[in-house]
């Protein structure tokens, strides 16, 4: 069974700092089926990433995805002070089991 | 506006069935596959059970098979998770969310739209 694992578990950056989420799959994963969600604390998870690099809806260009294979990426240029929140990337393709990574906390340094 | 809600948590004792709905508001539901997802306190997401838009294929997690099942009543717009034999492990807040899709080098599939999640807590 795939399993997604997350890293660094913790990020601690600074707001106007880049920031790099690792997502690495233990079998190759089509593009296509990597999705990536933001969740605040309290909150439901928002949909942020599809299809590896593809922006949803209303998602600023500061967020970018990238990767393909067993190594995924999401990538916040310049942090705004909402973006601290714990990021999971997902494999969503055309069969189950749809498994999470456990996350990456970007929190304020 | 495009909306999800879950409702049927509460606080049950191990061994014991809760079932809980998912409704939507600003879209039809049975036009769409729906999955749960669930996270336990302080913990992740854990996929848990998806149903394609006509009920015809369910799908499962490993560790809920056989205790919880997935359905659906399109005539009332409805999607249904009917726990039962609760275990402490399933305390989690149980999120709905619709699968959503789109066309381009391929076919993609995504969450985009979750509920607010209800909180089901089992414990004697």
């Known amino acids: 069974e795939l399993v997604l694992t997350q890293s660094p578990g913790t990020l601690s950056l600074s707001p106007g700092e880049r920031a790099t989420l690792s997502c690495r799959a233990s079998q190759s994963v089509s593009s296509g089926y990597l999705t990536w969600y933001q969740q605040k604390p309290g909150q439901a998870p928002r949909l942020l990433i599809y299809?590896?690099?593809i922006r949803a809806t209303g998602i600023p260009d500061r967020f970018s995805g990238g990767g393909s294979g067993t190594d995924f990426t999401l990538t916040i240029s310049r942090l705004e002070p909402e973006d601290f929140a714990v990021y999971y990337c997902q494999q969503h393709g055309s069969s189950p089991p749809y498994t999470f990574g456990q996350g990456t906390k970007l929190e304020i340094k | 506006q495009e909306q999800l809600v879950e409702s049927g948590g509460g606080v049950v004792q191990p061994g014991k069935s809760l079932r809980l709905a998912c409704v939507a508001s600003g879209f039809t539901l049975k036009d769409y596959g729906v999955h749960w997802v669930r996270q336990a306190p302080g913990k992740g997401l854990e996929w848990v059970a998806y149903?394609?838009?006509?009920?015809?294929?369910?799908y499962y997690a490993d560790s809920v098979k056989g205790r919880l099942t997935i359905s659906r009543d399109n005539s009332n717009d409805t999607v249904f998770l009917e726990m039962n034999g609760l275990r402490a492990e399933d305390t989690a807040t149980y999120y709905c969310?619709?699968?959503?899709?789109?066309?381009?080098?391929?076919?993609?599939?995504?969450?985009?739209?979750w509920g607010k999640g209800t909180t089901v807590t089992v414990s004697s």
């Open positions: 299809g590896a690099s």
């Open positions: 149903i394609w838009y006509d009920g015809n294929n369910k």
């Open positions: 969310a619709k699968e959503g899709g789109a066309r381009g080098r391929y076919y993609y599939y995504f969450l985009d739209v």
